[in-house]
């Protein structure tokens, strides 16, 4: 189980998962390309604004004795969940060009993979949801 979570969890990274699902749509469906690719970029609007809010709060990983996380991290920075924002930014995005229901029970899957992994506390996935679907309500 753990195997399967992390490599889920892999595909979150800097969004890429939302994005290539842009990158799809907008190859599959030439008609609404535009609107696929700005949705490609409101994803990652919203990791740029997650960037942001972590080099201010600067939130460490949690530590937990005897427990180590379950994935390597690239920044110590826990506050607020990048996978959480941009998967409730793309999946908020998406939903309006692709079936919502799927869309928005792989955002929640990648957002409980975090503290599941041990490289997030709870309010991290909450708050980064937040700002992920802040940053596409403010972007449509």
């Given at each position: 189980?753990?195997?399967a979570v992390r490599r889920f969890?892999?595909?979150?990274?800097?969004?890429?998962?939302?994005?290539?699902?842009?990158?799809?749509?907008?190859?599959?469906?030439?008609?609404?390309?535009?609107?696929?690719?700005?949705?490609?970029?409101?994803?990652?609007?919203?990791?740029?604004?997650?960037?942001?809010?972590?080099?201010?709060?600067?939130?460490?990983?949690?530590?937990?004795?005897?427990?180590?996380?379950?994935?390597?991290?690239?920044?110590?920075?826990?506050?607020?969940?990048?996978?959480?924002?941009?998967?409730?930014?793309?999946?908020?995005?998406?939903?309006?060009?692709?079936?919502?229901?799927?869309?928005?029970?792989?955002?929640?899957?990648?957002?409980?993979?975090?503290?599941?992994?041990?490289?997030?506390?709870?309010?991290?996935?909450?708050?980064?949801?937040?700002?992920?679907?802040?940053?596409?309500?403010?972007?449509?």
């Amino acid at each position: 189980m753990e195997r399967a979570v992390r490599r889920f969890s892999r595909l979150g990274e800097h969004g890429l998962l939302w994005v290539g699902i842009a990158v799809a749509g907008a190859a599959v469906v030439p008609a609404r390309r535009a609107e696929f690719l700005r949705a490609g970029a409101v994803v990652g609007m919203s990791f740029a604004a997650n960037q942001a809010v972590k080099l201010v709060t600067r939130r460490p990983r949690p530590e937990l004795p005897g427990l180590p996380p379950l994935v390597h991290t690239l920044s110590n920075r826990s506050y607020p969940s990048a996978h959480a924002t941009t998967s409730a930014a793309g999946a908020r995005v998406l939903s309006k060009l692709l079936p919502a229901a799927p869309l928005c029970a792989m955002a929640a899957a990648m957002s409980l993979s975090r503290p599941y992994l041990g490289v997030h506390y709870p309010s991290d996935t909450v708050a980064g949801a937040a700002l992920g679907a802040a940053v596409a309500e403010l972007a449509s």
